[in-house]
């Protein structure tokens, strides 16, 4: 009964600020959405420790019979492992204080319990997808996050940028969910379920089925292992499917720390997990999710070096930091990789919080260039900004360095043929990371004023409602990783997960991990430091040296700053193309074939009456004349043909 409040609560805030919002007001709802979030939050814990402190896994929660149609029946049921509680439990709080932190935010705006509604719509959908029982329910959950980011990055209706952003978003997940639910429908046709506990009992009894797809034969488990991933890559932002994720800064703040922190990205990372028995069966699969995991992660490393608007730069770090994550799935260490999500939650949803924090000090300017010299103004964003970017940058022994060392680690120790490229391209992600953190606090925060005078005048501190949700996440910045390291992935590891995540019979990374050379475990730690040296050399002591690197490697600035060219890549190769096209089914196939005929067809008609009109003259004279026109020509006729 508590895990399934915990998991209702939200709808029923949503439902109740939705529907009561408008005739009640903004207060009302955010008072309604809070309570029922922070509801949600102590249930929460309280089903994650019941499920920690108990001798068997529960059973699901069955809620309801959601269809049961020829035979084929599923249910409306909430699974209750450890990962599942586990990702409810961390959904749920970080989720609350951004909502507590929203009533600060968007105090300015007017009728805001449409937006409190939709928080807690995006909370609802998320809980549904990381508790589903089935595929099913779990793309039902996929679907909700997705529709309910379109809502949130196009909350400011009025802007077009902002309605681009929401439709890019939302049709650039329409192509992976297209791959997952293809890969849905061949589980179901492998297994005959689509319901977990079936599927994973099942496992070994399909080794040997095979596919013929485009020509070739393939392991079925290989077939459907890339279809998942590649569902994945859209709602993570992977390479490939990445463009929509910092467009999605549109949307107000909150909506991005909860986009990038603990919902919509982090869902594929979670099927990963979710899917390990699977992807333990598939190698080929996981080198593909090796290699595009570690290009993610330095190619977004790389453009955040060069971008301007804070939460940009925050943005290509999340794509970054996500690439981490399916790296250790690619690795097999899929309990480093959840491990990596809940940590990287607190100092990711604390990042943009400092961030919104930072906008509402200075007037609601994003532009790091036009910002400067403030630290002493707001104390509390700063040092909040601190601890998170320590916390992103691996900085010993902050929630970053347990589990994205942990992930460098398992990848060295990994048996995947890409290991080596994982590791390498993580250590410099590593290494950038902790140089674009420190360049956005040094642009943000010190040096001199670059704002104009009206706006330095007016800078402040938030008020509590932002400030307090910043130093909650500051604790789960700092101490996350140090608490959560030993049942995640330490000694206590195959106890804690009892079966949630499955490795294999020759899957020994978090072992293995254990025998690497110190050097290994070493290197981004130094890497890490190095950059934030760098950061402040440049920044600070030469802050010309920026500009005339940027005018020396012109083409490579610029090849950076333009996100390598991607967007206008996708507008060649497929958003011109298909504009062509539809102007051609529109003039060509709509307005001359499908309008054109009935429309000429109607024209005919119309003019032939007109003609005929004409000799209604009203003469009796002229009808009189024509009649006899008529008899004459008939008589001929007669005369003609008898």
């Not at 949700?469 to 590891?493: C, R, S, T």
């Not at 949630?500 to 981004?524: R, Y």
């Not at 307005?591 to 109607?602: H, R, T, V």
Request: a neutral charge; hydrophobic letters at 55%.
């Amino acid at each position: 009964m508590i895990y399934a409040i915990a998991i209702l609560s939200p709808l029923a805030g949503c439902l109740l600020a939705g529907i009561f919002g408008r005739r009640f007001g903004d207060t009302y709802a955010k008072i309604v959405t809070i309570g029922f979030m922070i509801l949600a939050a102590l249930c929460a814990e309280i089903s994650l420790s019941q499920v920690l402190f108990a001798e068997q896994p529960p059973e699901p929660v069955i809620l309801a019979t959601w269809f049961d149609i020829g035979g084929f029946r599923l249910d409306w049921a909430l699974r209750r492992d450890t990962l599942s509680s586990a990702m409810v439990a961390m959904v749920a709080p970080v989720a609350t204080l951004i909502h507590i932190y929203s009533v600060g935010y968007m105090a300015h705006e007017r009728r805001s319990f449409r937006f409190f509604a939709y928080l807690s719509l995006f909370t609802f959908a998320m809980l549904m997808l990381v508790t589903a029982n089935n595929l099913v329910q779990l793309f039902f959950g996929w679907e909700g996050v997705g529709l309910a980011s379109y809502l949130l990055i196009g909350y400011w209706y009025d802007r077009p940028s902002a309605n681009r952003a929401a439709m890019k978003a939302f049709i650039v997940n329409r192509v992976g969910d297209l791959f997952f639910a293809l890969g849905i429908a061949l589980v179901f046709q492998l297994f005959g379920s689509v319901e977990f506990p079936v599927i994973f009992a099942h496992i070994p009894d399909h080794q040997d089925a095979l596919y013929h797809v485009l020509g070739h034969t393939w392991r079925a488990y290989e077939v459907i292992g890339f279809l998942l991933f590649i569902g994945a890559m859209g709602k993570s932002a992977q390479l490939g499917l990445h463009t929509w994720l910092p467009d999605a800064m549109e949307g107000p703040t909150p909506v991005s720390a909860l986009i990038h922190a603990a919902t919509m990205v982090t869902a594929g990372v979670f099927l990963m997990a979710r899917m390990s028995y699977i992807m333990e069966s598939a190698p080929g699969a996981l080198t593909f999710v090796m290699l595009i995991g570690a290009s993610t992660c330095i190619f977004a490393a790389t453009i955040a070096c060069v971008q301007n608007d804070i939460k940009r730069v925050i943005a290509y770090s999340t794509c970054s930091q996500l690439g981490y994550m399916f790296m250790a799935a690619g690795a097999g260490a899929y309990q480093a990789s959840v491990f990596h999500l809940i940590t990287h939650a607190f100092f990711k949803a604390l990042l943009f919080l400092c961030a919104g924090s930072v906008i509402h000090a200075m007037s609601d300017e994003q532009d790091m260039r036009k910002m400067g010299g403030i630290w002493r103004m707001v104390p509390w964003t700063y040092t909040c900004m601190w601890l998170g970017s320590l916390a992103i940058a691996g900085i010993p022994f902050f929630a970053g360095y347990w589990s994205k060392d942990a992930i460098l680690e398992a990848t060295w120790a990994s048996h995947n043929p890409l290991a080596g490229y994982g590791y390498l391209m993580g250590v410099l992600a590593a290494f950038l990371t902790a140089f674009y953190s420190w360049r956005l606090i040094i642009m943000t925060f010190h040096g001199t004023p670059r704002a104009d005078k009206h706006t330095m005048e007016h800078v402040h501190e938030s008020t509590p409602w932002m400030v307090a949700p910043l130093v909650i996440l500051a604790f789960g910045a700092v101490f996350a990783g140090w608490l959560l390291h030993g049942w995640f992935i330490g000694e206590d590891q195959a106890e804690f997960w009892a079966g949630a995540i499955h490795v294999g019979a020759n899957n020994h990374v978090l072992h293995d991990m254990e025998n690497i050379p110190s050097i290994i475990g070493l290197l981004p730690t130094i890497t890490g430091v190095l950059g934030i040296a760098l950061a402040y050399v440049m920044y600070m002591l030469v802050p010309s040296l920026p500009g005339r690197l940027a005018s020396t490697f012109q083409p490579i600035y610029q090849f950076l700053l333009h996100k390598w060219y991607f967007d206008e890549l996708y507008d060649f190769l497929f958003v011109r193309p298909i504009q062509r096209l539809a102007r051609v089914l529109w003039h060509v196939g709509d307005e001359k074939l499908i309008d054109g005929m009935p429309n000429s067809a109607a024209a005919l008609a119309a003019g032939g009456s007109a003609q005929v009109v004409k000799i209604q003259t009203g003469s009796i004279a002229v009808y009189a004349f024509t009649m006899l026109i008529g008899l004459v020509v008939l008589i001929s006729i007669f005369l003609l043909f008898r």
